[in-house]
């Protein structure tokens, strides 16, 4: 059975950084999608980044891009999302999602495996 643990989250002050570690057990192909979702209160859950473990390409939403940066060691069998230039919208519970290859989305659909999410909290 595959379980997905978040760590990393914490609170910050705006423009500092942050580095979640998502550590998956079980049995997850290395080319699976993973993925970096979020979702603030009162605010439907959003992707925030995915990447192909195929080929290593990566999406990332408008609204993270140049910001933040996923990345997976399948050795290690941990996704991570480095997280800088933090701003107080980015105010979430940040969740780590897995689903079958190929196609990577940046909505849930298809994520079959989802961790119980780190809260990460930046103030102004």
């Known amino acids: 059975q595959v379980q997905l643990v978040e760590s990393g989250g914490g609170s910050v002050q705006a423009g500092g950084s942050l580095r979640l570690s998502c550590a998956a057990s079980?049995?997850?192909?290395?080319?699976?999608?993973m993925g970096w979702f979020r979702q603030a209160p009162g605010k439907e859950r959003e992707g925030v980044a995915s990447?192909?473990?195929?080929?290593?390409?990566?999406n990332y939403s408008d609204s993270v891009k140049g910001r933040f940066t996923i990345s997976r060691d399948n050795g290690k069998n941990t996704l991570y999302l480095q997280m800088n230039s933090l701003k107080p919208e980015d105010t979430a519970m940040y969740y780590c999602?897995?689903?079958?290859?190929?196609?990577?989305?940046?909505?849930?659909?298809?994520?079959?495996?989802w961790g119980q999410g780190t809260q990460v909290t930046v103030s102004s």
């Open positions: 990447i192909y473990g195929g080929d290593g390409s990566v």
């Open positions: 079980g049995y997850i192909s290395s080319t699976y999608c």
């Open positions: 999602a897995a689903k079958p290859p190929v196609w990577c989305p940046l909505n849930s659909n298809g994520y079959n495996y």
